[in-house]
């Protein structure tokens, strides 16, 4: 009861005491999040994956039925999950906290500046019982209005194939066009004061607060670190200040190692950095010159035969883009 009740808290969106407290409906966040535990209600063994999977990304497809709709019998399914980064031979890692000196010499004139909203694209893996996984590659993009409304248009697209059929998770699971419109909603105005909806700040430990107000449970370990970037990620696009902080902060991560250059999958150069957790193994990609994070990935580090997923299957990606 103690756990149930701790996942209840954690996916409240506001607390009792926020003067926005029960005054307007749920936004997507919370809803999300509210989706999420609802949705939870397997044996033991499949919760402790789910936790694990909403610790290394916010963006997993929760259920999907995988009952295909195909377009046609000759069509090709972009099923496969995307082979995980690989670290060039022939470079060097670069310590992280170089790369937080080079963020923060980048960001002496303050420019590029902080804006609300986010343009992430994404590979999330589905899993069921009795079916191979698939993988939903989209597009997001948030845009905030000076009313303090916003807007939200997912696209499914995957950069790797253009014009082929990507699967979408809405009306059972079909193939659908590259660039096919999944939701396109306009949201009221909302206020916050709370993390991840309130601005960062660009100032290193006053960020690691943020960002463990963010996860709800004080000291960070770095896979929570890793989980609460994400999600600062998917609402906001960080200036050259902030992006400088965060760099501060993940150089002061334990476990986080360097092991070299990798190409991203928007075909921009990167700096790479691992983390090896529990059946997981995430990978931290950073721009060389800037500091700024550019992605996140996450693979399996143990075979799931179960689940029909291998050690180095793409559990989830995130591309970040200004």
Avoid at 88 to 95: G, Y
Avoid at 98 to 115: F, H, K, N, W
Avoid at 280 to 300: H, K, N, W
Wanted: net charge negative.
């Amino acid at each position: 009861m103690a756990d149930e009740l701790e996942l209840l808290r954690r996916a409240n969106p506001v607390t009792p005491v926020d003067p926005h407290f029960g005054d307007g409906p749920l936004d997507h966040n919370a809803e999300r999040r509210l989706n999420r535990l609802l949705n939870d209600r397997r044996p033991d063994r499949v919760r402790r994956m789910r936790l694990l999977w909403g610790l290394a990304a916010a963006c997993v497809v929760a259920a999907l039925t995988l009952t295909f709709v195909l377009a046609g019998s000759n069509t090709t399914p972009a099923v496969a999950a995307p082979r995980p980064l690989v670290v060039r031979a022939d470079s060097d890692p670069r310590p992280l906290d170089q790369l937080a000196e080079r963020a923060e010499a980048a960001a002496a004139d303050g420019s590029p500046r902080l804006v609300r909203g986010t343009h992430v694209q994404s590979w999330s893996m589905g899993l069921s019982d009795d079916k191979p996984p698939i993988t939903l590659p989209q597009e997001r993009i948030v845009r905030w209005k000076k009313d303090d409304s916003h807007t939200e248009l997912v696209v499914a697209t995957d950069p790797r194939h253009p014009g082929r059929p990507v699967i979408s998770d809405s009306d059972g699971e079909r193939l659908v066009e590259d660039g096919h419109v999944l939701s396109e909603q306009t949201y009221p105005p909302s206020w916050s004061d709370a993390p991840p909806a309130a601005p960062p700040p660009y100032e290193a430990a006053r960020l690691r607060a943020y960002l463990e107000e963010v996860d709800h449970s004080g000291s960070l370990s770095t896979q929570q670190l890793l989980y609460a970037m994400g999600q600062l990620l998917d609402n906001w696009t960080l200036g050259a200040r902030e992006s400088a902080a965060l760099a501060q902060v993940l150089a002061e991560a334990k476990g986080l190692r360097p092991v070299g250059q990798v190409t991203d999958r928007l075909g921009r150069a990167g700096q790479a950095y691992v983390y090896d957790g529990s059946g997981a193994r995430q990978m931290l990609i950073m721009d060389p010159a800037t500091g700024a994070v550019l992605g996140l990935e996450t693979t399996f580090t143990k075979d799931e035969p179960e689940y029909a997923v291998k050690a180095g299957d793409v559990m989830q990606y995130s591309a970040w883009m200004r």
